[in-house]
């Protein structure tokens, strides 16, 4: 589904459509709140960054978003239609494509592979359909063209396996595959916690040219600088609600840690 010509239109955010909508989640573990009737909106084009202190709920507010959770109450819009996402290839399935810290990747496979896993494909005819040949040639040109696209220039090689690469050149990979397959949404869990300062900006310059193809991206993060530094608008979460939404032109770093601390209110 696309979206209406107009539902992209600059205006104020109350005009907009968002791409993708949480409304009033609650999710408990026994007794424990994880979500305590949390509230979202991912407009088009936005990296809407998500911090909060440890234990605040970004998580579980992502992986309900993105189906790795169910929420007890509370509903999820995509592109303005309820959905209720049981498993991940649910929300994969409607375009959510989620980059997690430790489960990018497969290491074994080469860049090719591990872009198309899971979505391989085979070569036209009776060899593709009848024998199940993979078609690797146009996996590995169509590869190619999408990392040039998205101009990840320190992937020349696609036929190299992913465990030779750098911590982030594999984060690469993944926001990659992610954004390879018209994903109407990109969710980034701590993708540069691992990371070293020129390996972070690969993945920050990552996260501006999918913002710029028009795909808005969530980005969980405790690095205030690369917050602010790469997001249009910031959800501070604590102690299970939403306690403000910010940007980095409305608070200053010092001002967001004091929301997520609670030494002050919005
Ligand atoms: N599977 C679970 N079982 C029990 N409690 C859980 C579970 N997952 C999360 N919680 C609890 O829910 C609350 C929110 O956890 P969550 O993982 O969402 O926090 P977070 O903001 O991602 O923290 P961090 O910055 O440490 O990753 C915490 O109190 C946590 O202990
Ligand atoms: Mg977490």
Do not use: W
């Not at 104020?12 to 709140?33: E, I, M, N, W």
């Not at 989620?98 to 497969?106: D, E, G, I, K």
Request: with cysteine; aromatic share 4%; proline share 5%.
């Amino acid at each position: 589904m696309t979206l209406v010509d107009g539902a992209q239109t600059p205006t104020a955010s109350s005009a907009r459509v968002p791409v993708l909508q949480a409304k009033d989640l609650v999710k408990t573990y026994g007794r424990v709140v994880g979500l305590d009737g949390v509230s979202l909106e991912l407009y088009p084009g936005e990296v809407l960054a998500i911090i909060g202190d440890n234990g605040a709920g970004k998580s579980t507010l992502v992986k309900c978003l993105t189906g790795a959770e169910i929420p007890d109450e509370g509903q999820i819009m995509l592109d303005g239609r309820q959905v209720a996402f049981r498993r991940p290839q649910d929300a994969r399935a409607e375009g959510i494509e989620t980059v997690y810290q430790n489960l990018a990747v497969s290491p074994s496979l080469d860049i090719a592979s591990n872009l198309y896993l899971g979505r391989e494909v085979r070569k036209p005819g009776i060899l593709g359909s009848v024998f199940r040949v993979m078609d690797t040639a146009g996996m590995r040109r169509s590869a190619r063209a999408e990392l040039t696209d998205l101009g990840i220039s320190t992937l020349q090689d696609v036929t190299v396996p992913v465990e030779n690469l750098s911590g982030g050149q594999r984060q690469a990979v993944a926001v990659a595959r992610a954004a390879a397959f018209g994903s109407k949404v990109v969710v980034l869990d701590e993708p540069t916690a691992a990371l070293g300062v020129r390996e972070s900006n690969q993945v920050l310059a990552l996260i501006r040219t999918l913002r710029d193809k028009g795909i808005p991206v969530i980005l969980i993060s405790h690095n205030m600088p690369q917050v602010f530094e790469v997001a249009d608008r910031i959800h501070v979460q604590r102690l299970g609600r939403c306690a403000a939404t910010i940007t980095p032109e409305s608070h200053s770093m010092t001002e967001a840690v004091a929301l997520m601390t609670g030494a002050a209110t919005a």
